[in-house]
C-alpha cells in the first residue's frame, strides 16, 4: 500500500502578500545590471584623475590626433594610451566638460604633420580648436563640418594647403575664423558665411582665386574681414551689410552668451557693421562700390595695391570714425574728394599714392602726411613745396563794348595802356642789357684766371724737370738707372698716387675721424651718421635686438625697406608673428612654455621703441636697461602668459570672440 502523500505546505498570508514586490525588484535588477557593467568596464578603462569619464569617441579621436601630428619637442606625451588623466588638465592643452573635449589650444609647439579628419570628426561637442603658429601640413579636414558646436577655429601661420571645403559652412556657431598666412588655394566657398555668428574671417595671405563671395560681404555679423595678399580679381561686390543692395541687411543677428545657463537672448538689427576691411594686394578690378561708403562703423579700409579705377567717392567723408584710409597703387583717377579734409582728426593713416589723381590735395591732409601720402600722382598739386598748384585762371576777356578798368573802377585810357606797355617793353630791355653785362664781366674773369693758372703750371712743370735732372744724377752716382723705379720716386713719379695739397692743421678731432669713417664704408643707412649721441646709440641697440628676434642681417634689404622698416611694417600689418626667427621660436617654447610668446612680442616692442624714426621719442638707455631686466624670465619679471598668439595679430574683434569661449 503507497504511503499518503502529503499536501504541500502552504506558505503565510503575509509572504504571499509580498511575492509581487519581489518579483518587481528582481526586475529591476536585471534591467539596470548590463549599464552599470559597461559603466564600471568604462570607468576602469578611461576615468580621468578627477573621477570625470571622458567619452570613448573623445579618446579615440584625440589619439588619431596625436597619430597624425608629428611632435619634436614631446608635448603630446602627455597624452597616454590609457586615457587616465585625460580631462583634468594632465593632458596638455586639452578642456573638458562633463567627459567631453571642447577645447585642444596647441599654439607655438612646433607641430608638424597632418591634421586628422576621422579624429576630428569624432570630437563633436569641441568648442575650440586652436593650433595656430606651428608647422602642421596637408589638407583642411572637411570633418569640421561634424563639429555644431565650433565657435573659434585658428589655424594661422602653419603650412596647410588645398581647398577650403565648403563642409565649414556647416558649423553655424562659428564666431572666428583665421586661416591666414598658409597655401590654401581655389576659390574661397561662399558657404564659409553661413554662420549667423561669424565675427571675425581672416584668410589673407594665401593663394585664393576666383571673385569674391557675395555672402561674405553681404554678412550681418561680420565686424573683421581681411581677403588680402591672395589672387582674387573681378569687382568688389556692392552688397556689403547694412546697404540697401544687402540680402541680410534687415535679418536680425541672435547672441547667446556661451558661459551663460540663463536663456536671455538679444536681437540685434543692424547693429553690426564692418570695423576692419581689407582685400588689399589682389587683383581687383572696378569701382570702389557704393554700399562700402555706408559702412558707418568702418575704422580700418585698405584697398591698396589692386587695379581699381574710378574716382573716390565723395560719400567716404561720411565715415566719421575712419582712421586708416590706404587706396594706394590702383588706377582711381579724378580729384581727391574736399570732404576728406573733415577726417584729418580721426585719421592716423592715409594713402593715395601711386593712382592717377589730379587736381589740388586737400590742404590739411597733405600738412597732416605728407608727400609720401600723395606722391605718384603726376596731376595731382599742393601736397609739397616741389608740386605747387598753379594759379587761378584769369578772368574772362573783356567783351569790345567794354573797356579795361582800373582799381575802383576808373576807365584806363588808350594812352594810358600805350605808356604801360612802353614801360613794360623799356624794363625788359634794361633787364637783358644788365644781363649781357653781367656775362662780358664772368668770361674776362674766367680768362683772366686761366692765363694765371698756366703760369703756375709752367713753374711747377720747370721746377718737376729741374727735379727730375738732379734726382736722375743723383742716382746715376749710387750706380742706378736713371729710368728706374728709386729714380722715379725719388723724382717725384706717378707711380703711386698724386700727393694732394693739405692747407688745414693736422689735428683731427673724433668727429673728423667719424665722419671719415662712415664715409669710408660707403653708402648705407647705418654707416652715415655725421654726429655721434645717445640716441643714435639708442638705434644701434634696437637694430641689434632686432637683428636678434628676426634672424636677419641689418644690410639685408626686403621689398625695399630696412630691417626697422621692413618689422615696422610686418607689425602694422598684424602679422607680428611672422617677424620671428623659427628657430628663436621653438626654443622659447621649448624653454619656457607659454610664457615665451610675451617675452618675444616685449623684447620687438622695445626694440621698435628703440628705433623710432624720431630721435625725441626714444627712450634713454637706462630706461632700456631697465625694461630688459623687466623683460627677462625669473622671480625678478617677466611677462605673463599671452592670449591667443600675440596682440597684434588678433584685433578687439577677435579678442572678444575668443574671450566669450
Same mark, same amino acid.
Given at each position: 500500500?503507497?504511503?499518503?502523500?502529503?499536501?504541500?505546505?502552504?506558505?503565510?498570508? /503575509?509572504?504571499?502578500?509580498?511575492?509581487?514586490?519581489?518579483?518587481?525588484?528582481?526586475?529591476?535588477?536585471?534591467?539596470?545590471?548590463?549599464? &552599470? &557593467?559597461?559603466?564600471?568596464?568604462?570607468?576602469?578603462?578611461?576615468?580621468?584623475?578627477?573621477?570625470?569619464?571622458?567619452?570613448?569617441?573623445?579618446?579615440?579621436?584625440?589619439?588619431? %590626433?596625436? /597619430?597624425?601630428?608629428?611632435? =619634436?619637442?614631446? @608635448?603630446?606625451?602627455?597624452?597616454?594610451?590609457?586615457?587616465?588623466?585625460?580631462?583634468?588638465?594632465?593632458?596638455?592643452?586639452?578642456?573638458?566638460?562633463?567627459?567631453?573635449?571642447?577645447?585642444?589650444?596647441?599654439?607655438?609647439?612646433?607641430?608638424?604633420?597632418?591634421?586628422?579628419?576621422?579624429?576630428?570628426?569624432?570630437?563633436?561637442?569641441?568648442?575650440?580648436?586652436?593650433?595656430?603658429?606651428?608647422?602642421?601640413?596637408?589638407?583642411?579636414?572637411?570633418?569640421?563640418?561634424?563639429?555644431?558646436?565650433?565657435?573659434?577655429?585658428?589655424?594661422?601661420?602653419?603650412?596647410?594647403?588645398?581647398?577650403?571645403?565648403?563642409?565649414?559652412?556647416?558649423?553655424?556657431?562659428?564666431?572666428?575664423?583665421?586661416?591666414?598666412?598658409?597655401?590654401?588655394?581655389?576659390?574661397?566657398?561662399?558657404?564659409?558665411?553661413?554662420?549667423?555668428?561669424?565675427?571675425?574671417?581672416?584668410?589673407?595671405?594665401?593663394? @585664393?582665386?576666383?571673385?569674391?563671395?557675395?555672402?561674405?560681404?553681404?554678412?550681418?555679423?561680420?565686424?573683421?574681414?581681411?581677403?588680402?595678399?591672395?589672387?582674387?580679381?573681378?569687382?568688389?561686390?556692392?552688397?556689403?551689410?547694412?546697404?540697401?543692395?544687402?540680402?541680410?541687411?534687415?535679418?536680425?543677428?541672435?547672441?547667446?552668451?556661451?558661459?551663460?545657463?540663463?536663456?536671455?537672448?538679444?536681437?540685434?538689427?543692424?547693429?553690426?557693421?564692418?570695423? @576692419?576691411?581689407?582685400?588689399?594686394?589682389?587683383?581687383?578690378?572696378?569701382?570702389? =562700390?557704393?554700399?562700402?561708403?555706408?559702412?558707418?562703423?568702418?575704422?580700418?579700409?585698405?584697398?591698396?595695391?589692386?587695379?581699381?579705377?574710378?574716382?573716390?567717392?565723395?560719400?567716404?567723408?561720411?565715415?566719421?570714425?575712419?582712421?586708416?584710409?590706404?587706396?594706394?597703387?590702383?588706377?582711381?583717377?579724378?580729384?581727391?574728394?574736399?570732404?576728406?579734409?573733415?577726417?584729418?582728426?580721426?585719421?592716423?593713416?592715409?594713402?593715395?599714392?601711386?593712382?592717377?589723381?589730379?587736381?589740388?590735395?586737400?590742404?590739411?591732409?597733405?600738412?597732416?602726411?605728407?608727400?609720401?601720402?600723395?606722391?605718384?600722382?603726376?596731376?595731382?598739386?599742393?601736397?609739397?613745396?616741389?608740386?605747387? $598748384?598753379?594759379?587761378?585762371?584769369?578772368?574772362?576777356?573783356?567783351?569790345?563794348?567794354?573797356?579795361?578798368?582800373?582799381?575802383?573802377?576808373?576807365?584806363?585810357?588808350?594812352?594810358?595802356?600805350?605808356?604801360?606797355?612802353?614801360?613794360?617793353?623799356?624794363?625788359?630791355?634794361?633787364?637783358?642789357?644788365?644781363?649781357?653785362?653781367?656775362?662780358?664781366?664772368?668770361?674776362?674773369?674766367?680768362?683772366?684766371?686761366?692765363?694765371?693758372?698756366?703760369?703756375?703750371?709752367?713753374?711747377?712743370?720747370?721746377?718737376?724737370?729741374?727735379?727730375? &735732372?738732379?734726382?736722375?744724377?743723383?742716382?746715376?752716382?749710387?750706380?742706378?738707372?736713371?729710368?728706374?723705379?728709386?729714380?722715379?720716386?725719388?723724382?717725384?713719379?706717378?707711380?703711386?698716387?698724386?700727393?694732394?695739397?693739405?692747407?688745414?692743421?693736422?689735428?683731427?678731432?673724433?668727429?673728423?675721424?667719424?665722419?671719415? #669713417?662712415?664715409?669710408?664704408?660707403?653708402?648705407?643707412?647705418?654707416? #652715415?651718421?655725421?654726429?655721434?649721441?645717445?640716441? #643714435?646709440?639708442?638705434?644701434?641697440?634696437?637694430?641689434?635686438?632686432?637683428?636678434?628676434?628676426?634672424?636677419?642681417?641689418?644690410?639685408?634689404?626686403?621689398?625695399?625697406?630696412?630691417?626697422?622698416?621692413?618689422?615696422?611694417? %610686418?607689425?602694422?600689418?598684424?602679422? #607680428?608673428?611672422?617677424?620671428?626667427?623659427?628657430?628663436?621660436?621653438?626654443?622659447?617654447?621649448?624653454?619656457?612654455?607659454?610664457?615665451?610668446?610675451?617675452?618675444?612680442?616685449?623684447?620687438?616692442?622695445? &626694440?621698435?621703441? $628703440?628705433?623710432?624714426?624720431?630721435?625725441?621719442?626714444?627712450?634713454?638707455?637706462?630706461?632700456?636697461?631697465?625694461?630688459?631686466?623687466?623683460?627677462?624670465?625669473?622671480?625678478?619679471?617677466?611677462?605673463?602668459?599671452?592670449?591667443?598668439?600675440?596682440?597684434?595679430?588678433?584685433?578687439?574683434?577677435?579678442?572678444?570672440?575668443?574671450?566669450?569661449?
Amino acid at each position: 500500500m503507497p504511503p499518503a502523500r502529503r499536501p504541500p505546505p502552504r506558505l503565510p498570508n /503575509h509572504s504571499i502578500a509580498a511575492a509581487p514586490t519581489l518579483l518587481l525588484l528582481l526586475l529591476l535588477l536585471l534591467l539596470l545590471s548590463p549599464p &552599470a &557593467a559597461t559603466a564600471a568596464q568604462h570607468h576602469r578603462h578611461h576615468t580621468t584623475g578627477d573621477g570625470v569619464v571622458i567619452s570613448q569617441a573623445d579618446y579615440q579621436g584625440l589619439q588619431a %590626433i596625436k /597619430h597624425d601630428l608629428s611632435d =619634436p619637442y614631446g @608635448f603630446l606625451r602627455s597624452w597616454n594610451d590609457s586615457g587616465l588623466a585625460a580631462c583634468s588638465g594632465a593632458w596638455a592643452g586639452i578642456k573638458c566638460v562633463l567627459g567631453s573635449v571642447v577645447a585642444i589650444t596647441l599654439p607655438w609647439r612646433g607641430l608638424g604633420g597632418t591634421l586628422s579628419a576621422r579624429g576630428l570628426g569624432q570630437l563633436v561637442r569641441l568648442r575650440r580648436l586652436s593650433l595656430h603658429d606651428n608647422a602642421i601640413a596637408g589638407p583642411v579636414p572637411p570633418s569640421l563640418g561634424f563639429l555644431p558646436d565650433l565657435r573659434g577655429l585658428y589655424l594661422f601661420n602653419n603650412r596647410f594647403s588645398g581647398a577650403l571645403p565648403a563642409s565649414i559652412g556647416a558649423c553655424v556657431a562659428l564666431q572666428a575664423f583665421d586661416a591666414s598666412n598658409n597655401r590654401l588655394t581655389g576659390a574661397i566657398p561662399a558657404a564659409v558665411a553661413n554662420s549667423t555668428r561669424l565675427i571675425r574671417l581672416n584668410l589673407s595671405r594665401n593663394e @585664393f582665386s576666383d571673385v569674391i563671395p557675395v555672402e561674405v560681404v553681404a554678412s550681418a555679423s561680420l565686424m573683421f574681414l581681411d581677403l588680402s595678399y591672395n589672387n582674387l580679381s573681378g569687382p568688389i561686390p556692392d552688397a556689403f551689410a547694412g546697404s540697401d543692395k544687402s540680402p541680410s541687411s534687415t535679418s536680425k543677428l541672435i547672441l547667446e552668451d556661451d558661459d551663460s545657463s540663463s536663456n536671455d537672448k538679444e536681437a540685434i538689427t543692424g547693429s553690426y557693421h564692418l570695423v @576692419f576691411l581689407s582685400l588689399a594686394h589682389n587683383s581687383l578690378d572696378g569701382p570702389i =562700390p557704393e554700399s562700402l561708403t555706408k559702412l558707418i562703423k568702418l575704422q580700418q579700409l585698405d584697398l591698396a595695391g589692386n587695379m581699381l579705377n574710378g574716382t573716390i567717392p565723395a560719400q567716404l567723408a561720411a565715415l566719421s570714425d575712419l582712421k586708416a584710409l590706404d587706396l594706394s597703387g590702383n588706377t582711381l583717377a579724378g580729384e581727391i574728394p574736399p570732404g576728406l579734409d573733415n577726417l584729418t582728426a580721426t585719421l592716423q593713416s592715409f594713402n593715395v599714392s601711386y593712382n592717377n589723381l589730379s587736381g589740388a590735395a586737400p590742404s590739411s591732409l597733405a600738412r597732416k602726411f605728407g608727400e609720401p601720402a600723395f606722391t605718384g600722382n603726376v596731376l595731382l598739386c599742393g601736397y609739397s613745396a616741389s608740386t605747387p $598748384c598753379p594759379a587761378s585762371p584769369s578772368p574772362a576777356p573783356a567783351s569790345p563794348a567794354e573797356e579795361p578798368r582800373g582799381r575802383g573802377g576808373r576807365k584806363f585810357s588808350r594812352k594810358a595802356l600805350v605808356l604801360i606797355v612802353a614801360g613794360i617793353v623799356v624794363g625788359v630791355l634794361v633787364l637783358l642789357l644788365l644781363c649781357c653785362l653781367l656775362l662780358c664781366f664772368l668770361s674776362r674773369n674766367k680768362r683772366s684766371s686761366s692765363t694765371t693758372a698756366a703760369g703756375t703750371r709752367s713753374g711747377k712743370q720747370a721746377a718737376k724737370e729741374a727735379g727730375g &735732372a738732379g734726382a736722375g744724377a743723383a742716382a746715376a752716382g749710387r750706380g742706378e738707372k736713371p729710368g728706374s723705379g728709386a729714380a722715379e720716386v725719388e723724382s717725384g713719379g706717378d707711380v703711386g698716387g698724386k700727393l694732394v695739397h693739405f692747407d688745414g692743421p693736422l689735428a683731427f678731432t673724433a668727429d673728423d675721424l667719424l665722419c671719415a #669713417t662712415a664715409e669710408i664704408m660707403g653708402k648705407s643707412t647705418y654707416g #652715415t651718421l655725421k654726429k655721434a649721441s645717445a640716441k #643714435t646709440d639708442v638705434y644701434s641697440l634696437g637694430v641689434i635686438i632686432l637683428e636678434l628676434l628676426t634672424g636677419k642681417s641689418p644690410a639685408d634689404s626686403t621689398n625695399g625697406m630696412d630691417l626697422p622698416q621692413w618689422v615696422a611694417s %610686418i607689425v602694422k600689418e598684424e602679422w #607680428t608673428s611672422e617677424v620671428f626667427d623659427l628657430e628663436l621660436m621653438r626654443d622659447a617654447a621649448a624653454a619656457a612654455g607659454t610664457t615665451a610668446g610675451d617675452e618675444l612680442m616685449d623684447t620687438l616692442k622695445l &626694440a621698435l621703441h $628703440c628705433v623710432d624714426p624720431a630721435p625725441a621719442v626714444r627712450p634713454e638707455a637706462r630706461e632700456v636697461l631697465r625694461q630688459l631686466e623687466q623683460i627677462r624670465p625669473g622671480p625678478e619679471g617677466g611677462a605673463g602668459p599671452s592670449e591667443e598668439g600675440g596682440a597684434a595679430h588678433v584685433p578687439a574683434a577677435s579678442a572678444s570672440a575668443e574671450d566669450d569661449e
